[in-house]
């Protein structure tokens, strides 16, 4: 991650230590993704055994932990970092 955005030169870090909090966002969506994919295995396939369950929660889990690590910095950004979208950069070139 580059210490500042490349089109606006938004520091991605306002202080150190600042994605602590990312943590818990991110352990937020993958308790969600646990729950869906539990729930979907359990409707799906009626019941199987738990390695069933396990395995289903862990692959789908790792393959959204890139989408889960980006989003939940971007929350915390917007959340706690004070960033604001602005789409007059957006168009910039
Ligand atoms: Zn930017």
Do not use: H, N
């Amino acid at each position: 991650m580059p210490p500042a955005c490349p089109v606006c030169g938004q520091a991605y870090e306002p202080e150190p230590g600042f994605y602590w909090g990312a943590m818990y966002i991110s352990f937020a969506f993958s308790t969600g993704i646990m729950l869906v994919v539990g729930l979907a295995v359990y409707y799906l396939l009626g019941d199987p055994d738990t390695w069933v369950y396990t395995s289903a929660v862990a692959i789908v889990a790792l393959l959204f932990t890139p989408l889960s690590l980006r989003y939940s910095r971007t929350l915390m950004l917007y959340l706690f970092g004070g960033v604001r979208y602005d789409k007059r950069y957006a168009t910039r070139q």
